[in-house]
Nanobody
Framework: QVQLVESGGGLVQAGDSLRLSCAAS????MGWFRQAPGKEREFVAA????????YYADSVKGRFTIARDAAKNTVYLQMNSLKPEDTAVYYC??????????????????WGQGTQVTVSS
């Protein structure tokens, strides 16, 4: 059983930065998703713990960075130049290996509880 514990959400102004953390109990392929009110959950970024490859949605490329601290078994999502449209509940997700379907929610077996990110204009 994998446990995912997220932290780091909050209320910020447009242009500010936030860093989300996801502590995982095991080594897995990790993803971040987000869900805004009335919208479907969407892919944000992913990190392969075995290859260190990173993957991003076009909407966050160049502004968000996913990285990990192996010693802490934690994956981070550094979010810079935040925009009001980034407002959502952000979820950490995990699966056991890379899949070509990594951008879909169905590809992941484990999910965190979510953390709210609100960006005011």
């Amino acid at each position: 059983q994998v446990q995912l514990v997220e932290s780091g959400g909050g209320l910020v102004q447009a242009g500010d930065s936030l860093r989300l953390s996801c502590a995982a109990s095991s080594r897995y392929f990790m993803g971040w998703f987000r869900q805004a009110p009335g919208k479907e959950r969407e892919f944000v970024a992913a990190f392969s713990l075995s290859t260190s490859n990173t993957y991003y949605a076009d909407s966050v490329k160049g502004r968000f960075t996913i990285a990990r601290d192996a010693a802490k078994n934690t994956v981070y999502l550094q979010m810079n130049s935040l925009k009001p449209e980034d407002t959502a509940v952000y979820y950490c997700a995990a699966r056991s290996y890379f899949s070509a379907t990594y951008r879909t929610t169905g590809a992941y077996d484990y999910w965190g509880q979510g953390t709210q990110v609100t960006v005011s204009s």
